[in-house]
């Protein structure tokens, strides 16, 4: 029974040797959960990108409300024309709006094009600077990685003490604001 007593207190000694070596010598992995979706449409920099955007929508809007404007009057005047049996005018007024419909058409066309063009160049610039923000923030903080999480749910379960959600964002806009 002396021997047990022994053999427990040597494990213990060992077990305690070995948990100070770890705690003082060995460095556990740190690894962080960002919820991306919370964080994208908080970040100052995506908010800011959305505003250009909208700006750069609403002009285009103005400008095609103008040549729809152009079109609703031309049809006014076609019908004064066909009212006023005036055959001569109704064919060049007629002719006008077959081509105002077309640069209408051209234009709203282009527009829709341009749109998908600046939400994709404005979305991959917001993404890779949120790239790098956390390429930063992770250095800061020494984490080893940071699980990256979209709106597709990759991880099943997180601790919640994991979650560096609110912190990142913080940090990513004091850093976009140039704090």
Known sequence: MKNTGNIALIISLIVA???IYQSTTGRHKKIAVLQ???????????????????EKMNQWSKQSNTLEDGLKELIQEIKLDSINNDQEKLQKDYQVFLLKRQTFFDYKQKVEQMAAEEDNKMT????NQLRSYIK?????????????????????????????TSAFLGYANEKYIGE
Do not use: C, P, R, W
């Open 36 to 54: 991306l979706h919370d964080v994208i449409y908080d970040f100052q920099g995506m908010k800011d990108a959305t505003e250009k955007y909208t």
């Open 136 to 164: 930063d923030f992770a250095e800061q903080e020494y984490y080893d990685a940071i699980i990256v999480e979209t709106e597709q749910k990759a991880m099943t379960y997180v601790n919640e003490a994991t979650d560096v």
């Open 17 to 19: 040797t070995v948990l």
């Open 124 to 127: 991959i610039g917001v993404m």
